[in-house]
């Protein structure tokens, strides 16, 4: 006869599987997408998931075999699932990593330079409080409408423009696979070289008491920050207090007397124009004739 019998269920060895997913880079405030474990031998237990490259791990309720989730913060993720057959020892799957990268920053650009000549370079600009790596930066000298790439990834870039005019500096920043950002820009003014121009006149003979006639300043680059005149050939001037492009004044003394106007354009050097020369005669005096004689007899001479 048989006794009754006893029955021993042999449960296979737990095996982790392998844990998938989509991403392995998201931006902070985007889901991970579904992370799906395959090829485990038993039942899920729980998922979990580390901030601290696995020295800690935090519990997971969730028994399925996907998982997504939202990360709260920036950072490094590591999921894992515990899978257990029966009563042999659980075991975890592979560490699936997602990096969470935070929010690009573009930060702002400043430099020491506003106003420069043609010619001189804008200085160092330098951007800061940007969060995210540096892509390149870019230039308009349209008011910010049309953008030119720069190849440079550093926070500093330094450079000659080539014509005058307003020049817009940024960079561009990304922080991962979160969307590009631009900096706050920085804008310099490159100023023409000054040129002096010509100062030409109607008179170049004037009588003293009379007026130089009006002197026009013309084919300059810049703005007029005075006229000078000069007695002595150009040797000594003399600051007459007017910015506009025309001057006329009436000479108190008889002698050659030369105009020119200074002109500055930015913070370029400032130049001279050419002057205008203008001779001022005394009044004529008619003096007076004289003679030792004042009659004589016809046929003689008057002396």
Known sequence: TFSAAHSI???????????????????????????????????????????????????????????????????????????????????????YTIVVNPTSVGGTVTGTNTEICLGDATGTLTLAGHVGNIVKWQRSSDGGTTWTDIANTTTTHSETPVVAG????????????????????????????????TVTGSNTEICLGAGTGTMTLAGHTGNITRWQVSTDGGTTWSDIANTTTTHSETPAVAGTYMYRAEVQSGTCAAAFSAAHTITVYPVSVGGSVSSATTEICLGDATA
């Open 9 to 95: 269920t042999v449960n296979p060895v737990s095996v982790g599987g392998t844990l998938s997913g989509t991403f392995t880079q998201i931006c902070v405030g985007d889901p991970t997408g579904t992370m799906t474990l395959t090829g485990y031998t038993g039942t899920i237990n729980k998922w979990q998931v580390s901030t601290d490259g696995g020295a800690t791990w935090t519990d997971i309720a969730n028994t399925a075999a996907t998982y997504s989730e939202t990360p709260l913060g920036a950072g490094t993720y590591d999921y894992r699932v515990e899978v257990q057959s029966g009563n042999c020892p659980a075991a975890y799957s592979n560490n």
């Open 166 to 197: 307003t020049w817009e500096y940024r960079a561009v920043i990304q922080s991962g696979v979160c969307p590009a950002t631009n900096s706050a820009s920085h804008t310099i003014t490159v100023h023409p070289a000054s040129v002096g121009g």
